[in-house]
């Protein structure tokens, strides 16, 4: 049974850090394309960070330079550490992971596409204030 369980996140101030985690049970995190997704009221889910199974990764233009996709193989975990947080990073974010090795599978074009990843986790709630 495969299982993504998120935790870390929580209030902070603009300016602040966070660091998000997504535990992952029923398969190999290190075989698998691994991405962050968040939804904020009023407005589309949309692709912040994946780190694809050779550990290449890609983030939204509007957290780059401020957010780092990371895993730890062993610990079958995923992790986003988030710095310099902007109220508009405000959403719930979820952690997302895809297993198929389609052939036509692209991660550097398709990496933020929410509907080819298989799993999902149950979201973290993140609020940044002014």
């Known amino acids: 049974q495969v299982q993504l369980v998120e935790s870390g996140g929580g209030s902070v101030q603009a300016g602040g850090s966070l660091r998000l985690s997504c535990a992952v049970s029923?398969?190999?995190?290190?075989?698998?394309?691994m991405g962050w997704f968040r939804h904020a009221p009023g407005k589309e889910r949309e692709g912040v960070a994946a780190?694809?199974?050779?550990?290449?990764?890609n983030y939204a233009d509007s957290v780059k330079g401020r957010f780092t996709i990371s895993r730890d193989n062993a610990a079958s975990t995923l992790y986003l550490q988030m710095n310099s947080l902007k109220p508009e990073d405000t959403a719930t974010y979820y952690c997302?992971?895809?297993?198929?090795?389609?052939?036509?599978?692209?991660?550097?074009?398709?990496?933020?596409?929410?509907?080819?990843?298989?799993?999902w986790g149950q979201g973290a709630q993140v609020t940044v204030s002014s």
């Open positions: 029923g398969y190999t995190v290190s075989r698998s394309w």
């Open positions: 780190i694809a199974s050779d550990g290449r990764t």
């Open positions: 997302a992971g895809r297993t198929r090795a389609s052939w036509w599978y692209d991660f550097g074009s398709r990496w933020s596409m929410a509907g080819d990843y298989e799993y």
